[in-house]
T-cell receptor, first 112, second 116 residues
């Protein structure tokens, strides 16, 4: 079983829709959870990160972590065509561990 | 002013050749990484250096050799290129703050390697 599983999609939604992107992970030691956004032919860029369980909101984006079920979610409200990208979840354990473990990424297209 | 810059951006070469990719960061970070992204967008860590010291060395063929002359630079040399080496190679950097545990990576734009 891969450490981080993510449905690769593709996911296609109309503009204004609410988008839900999800990952599951297997390692209980993971404490930090990140979402990266990658536009076509570009490097990934950090969108949000959270520590442990709970929600974090930033504008139209909400990251949610449920450590009891090892489930990570990213919600996008009022989706825009500019949100069209690949979204990658990533996790790491605490302490001095440098290694991020990425999901495979979900390709999202928001149609005008 | 690009934070993490990689060269070249595109590289097309024949099987069996040797090639290098260079990376530089101007963020003052102390840790740099090489990641490989395959055609299915799966991003996998290859190497990491902290202050010029190798700290992560995943299961990578020894045809791949990283080198960090100083903490702002990390190069990747690949010998005897194979078809399966075709991928996008991303350089990244971070500054790990002891006690916080967070490790936020800043990625370069990628170097697309095609082996024919």
């Amino acid at each position: 079983q891969k450490e981080v599983e993510q449905d690769p999609g593709p996911l296609s939604v109309p503009e204004g829709a609410i988008v839900s992107l999800n990952c599951t992970y297997s390692n209980s030691a993971f404490q930090y959870f990140m979402w990266y956004r990658q536009y076509s032919r570009k490097g990934p860029e950090l969108l949000m990160y959270t520590y442990s369980s709970g929600n974090k909101e930033d504008g139209r984006f909400t990251a949610q972590v449920d450590k009891s079920s090892k489930y990570i979610s990213l919600f996008i409200r009022d989706s825009q065509p500019s949100d069209s990208a690949t979204y990658l979840c990533a996790t790491k354990s605490g302490g001095s561990n440098y290694k991020l473990t990425f999901g495979k990424g979900t390709l999202l297209t928001v149609n005008p | 002013d690009t934070a993490v810059s990689q060269t070249p951006k595109y590289l097309v070469t024949q099987m069996g050749n040797d090639k290098s990719i260079k990376c530089e960061q101007n963020l003052g970070h102390d840790t740099m990484y090489w990641y490989k992204q395959d055609s299915k967008k799966f991003l996998k860590i290859m190497f990491s250096y902290n202050n010029k010291e190798l700290i992560i060395n995943e299961t990578v063929p020894n045809r791949f050799s990283p080198k960090s002359p100083d903490k702002a630079h990390l190069n990747l040399h690949i010998n005897s290129l194979e078809l399966g080496d075709s991928a996008v190679y991303f350089c990244a950097s971070s500054q790990v703050r002891w006690g916080s545990g967070a490790n936020v990576l800043t990625f370069g734009a990628g170097s697309r390697l095609t082996v024919l």
